[in-house]
């Protein structure tokens, strides 16, 4: 029977059915948090994407956030392998979901040959070759293969995400099954993506062996993500709603899964070569209804690919183009400094952390809302998903979950709190709107 659709759940890396819950890990074995400051990270996504133009050109989306890598894990089963009693059963990973990058891929064992780099992980690489499905594909053999790239006979291929970190390997067909919401197994074979035998610099070394994530389910434009061979199974779209609530999961829908809202509103999305990131008109940002001075020259997409505005889920925090960053930045700080419930709060005097003391309960109220005005669409941003709250030496404190950027505008996950977001490449359009995300839309 031909399949028309397909939900995955998707597992909140805090939740309890994530590997990473501290309650799955053995005693002596909890992640630790930064003692320092629960802010820290926050600079550490600025640093991974401060790059040059020919670097930003190739990279597809950056794996990086306020020191978390991810915000979703997705349950992905690997490969045929044949058991003692003659079944057949798969291997199961945790990849992470990226609207930013086109190529699938998942650490495999070459990594662990002489000359090549493995990032660490909880489990053993890949054992491609153990997989009675596995198939990797020769060097031009295949329409997904690039000219000249072939080591060892084989179809290569290189992803970079910033300044030293990229994954390299061969590409290759193997059978992915997927767990879907009903306890289902969903199996799809020949899926074409990229067998790892090298990856420097990932920022999932920062877990070390705690690490559960082997690798990346790439949902963005071109035929080699894995949205564009679904095929008929997806049609092109897919949703997606982001909870505020990390006890609860959410789901990732393709094809005639997608659950119809209403009052969704629409936006143009487009694709700027070489990138695979969705990109959408950005016209401008508004503090509280009051439209901030942001010229066109800052908003608009240059002819080397940078500036411009991208959505995408798998980069956390909101990177915003100096000029446009040190607009809001200037607006917010005017707006909370007539808060006499708040006080700045200054984080190793690096000036740019706009971060606030709540010196009451009443110091969380009446904050700002930001709109992000896209072409004929308006995306409002509630202060909970501008903001990162935490408490901090017995202190309430909050700063602006959004950074500056030297090239590129990309709204991210933290800023999609609490909204659907159905995307249709077919149409090439965007529909989004507020959402119970709990209620599994």
């Given at each position: 029977?031909?399949?028309?659709?397909?939900?995955?759940?998707?597992?909140?890396?805090d939740s309890p059915q994530s590997p990473l819950y501290p309650g799955?890990?053995?005693?002596?074995?909890?992640?630790?948090?930064?003692?320092?400051?629960?802010?820290?990270?926050?600079?550490?996504?600025?640093?991974?994407?401060?790059?040059?133009?020919?670097?930003?050109?190739?990279?597809?989306?950056?794996?990086?956030?306020?020191?978390?890598?991810?915000?979703?894990?997705?349950?992905?089963?690997?490969?045929?392998?044949?058991?003692?009693?003659?079944?057949?059963?798969?291997?199961?990973?945790?990849?992470?979901?990226?609207?930013?990058?086109?190529?699938?891929?998942?650490?495999?064992?070459?990594?662990?040959?002489?000359?090549?780099?493995?990032?660490?992980?909880?489990?053993?690489?890949?054992?491609?070759?153990?997989?009675?499905?596995?198939?990797?594909?020769?060097?031009?053999?295949?329409?997904?293969?690039?000219?000249?790239?072939?080591?060892?006979?084989?179809?290569?291929?290189?992803?970079?995400?910033?300044?030293?970190?990229?994954?390299?390997?061969?590409?290759?067909?193997?059978?992915?099954?997927?767990?879907?919401?009903?306890?289902?197994?969903?199996?799809?074979?020949?899926?074409?993506?990229?067998?790892?035998?090298?990856?420097?610099?990932?920022?999932?070394?920062?877990?070390?062996?705690?690490?559960?994530?082997?690798?990346?389910?790439?949902?963005?434009?071109?035929?080699?993500?894995?949205?564009?061979?679904?095929?008929?199974?997806?049609?092109?779209?897919?949703?997606?709603?982001?909870?505020?609530?990390?006890?609860?999961?959410?789901?990732?829908?393709?094809?005639?899964?997608?659950?119809?809202?209403?009052?969704?509103?629409?936006?143009?999305?487009?694709?700027?070569?070489?990138?695979?990131?969705?990109?959408?008109?950005?016209?401008?940002?508004?503090?509280?209804?009051?439209?901030?001075?942001?010229?066109?020259?800052?908003?608009?997409?240059?002819?080397?690919?940078?500036?411009?505005?991208?959505?995408?889920?798998?980069?956390?925090?909101?990177?915003?183009?100096?000029?446009?960053?040190?607009?809001?930045?200037?607006?917010?700080?005017?707006?909370?400094?007539?808060?006499?419930?708040?006080?700045?709060?200054?984080?190793?005097?690096?000036?740019?952390?706009?971060?606030?003391?709540?010196?009451?309960?009443?110091?969380?109220?009446?904050?700002?809302?930001v709109t992000f005005h896209l072409e004929n669409a308006d995306l409002?941003?509630?202060?909970?998903?501008?903001?990162?709250?935490?408490?901090?030496?017995?202190?309430?404190?909050?700063?602006?979950?959004?950074?500056?950027?030297?090239?590129?505008?990309?709204?991210?996950?933290?800023?999609?709190?609490?909204?659907?977001?159905?995307?249709?490449?077919?149409?090439?359009?965007?529909?989004?709107?507020?959402?119970?995300?709990?209620?599994?839309?």
């Open positions: 029977m031909q399949l028309d659709g397909l939900t995955m759940e998707l597992i909140h890396k799955n890990l053995p005693p002596g074995e909890q992640i630790l948090q930064p003692a320092a400051c629960p802010f820290a990270g926050l600079r550490h996504q600025t640093s991974m994407m401060s790059t040059n133009k020919a670097v930003m050109n190739r990279m597809m989306s950056p794996l990086t956030s306020y020191g978390d890598p991810f915000l979703f894990l997705a349950q992905v089963g690997v490969g045929s392998f044949q058991e003692k009693s003659h079944r057949t059963h798969f291997k199961t990973y945790y990849f992470q979901i990226d609207t930013g990058n086109e190529l699938s891929w998942i650490q495999c064992e070459g990594c662990q040959n002489k000359g090549n780099v493995c990032f660490p992980h909880k489990d053993p690489p890949y054992p491609s070759s153990q997989s009675k499905s596995y198939n990797p594909v020769s060097c031009n053999q295949h329409s997904f293969c690039e000219p000249n790239q072939c080591k060892e006979g084989l179809c290569a291929y290189n992803v970079t995400y910033g300044p030293g970190s990229y994954t390299s390997g061969n590409l290759a067909n193997e059978t992915f099954t997927f767990y879907s919401n009903h306890g289902k197994h969903t199996a799809l074979k020949s899926i074409s993506f990229g067998c790892s035998t090298d990856s420097r610099n990932m920022i999932y070394a920062f877990l070390l062996d705690k690490n559960p994530v082997s690798g990346v389910l790439g949902m963005g434009w071109g035929p080699r993500s894995f949205l564009a061979q679904l095929g008929s199974i997806s049609h092109g779209k897919f949703s997606y709603c982001i909870t505020a609530n990390n006890t609860h999961n959410t789901y990732l829908r393709f094809g005639k899964h997608v659950v119809k809202s209403k009052n969704l509103q629409t936006t143009k999305i487009m694709q700027v070569k070489p990138s695979a990131a969705y990109h959408v008109n950005l016209l401008g940002i508004s503090v509280n209804g009051v439209k901030l001075n942001i010229t066109k020259t800052d908003l608009a997409v240059r002819k080397d690919g940078s500036r411009g505005c991208i959505i995408d889920a798998g980069t956390l925090a909101t990177l915003l183009v100096k000029p446009i960053f040190d607009t809001l930045h200037t607006a917010l700080a005017n707006l909370l400094s007539s808060n006499q419930n708040l006080k700045r709060w200054v984080i190793h005097k690096l000036h740019k952390d706009l971060c606030y003391e709540q010196l009451s309960d009443a110091g969380r109220k009446n904050l700002p809302v409002e941003v509630k202060p909970e998903a501008i903001f990162l709250f935490r408490e901090f030496e017995g202190k309430n404190v909050f700063c602006l979950s959004m950074l500056s950027d030297d090239s590129k505008t990309i709204i991210g996950a933290y800023q999609q709190m609490k909204q659907k977001f159905v995307y249709d490449t077919k149409a090439r359009v965007l529909s989004f709107g507020p959402e119970d995300c709990e209620k599994n839309g």
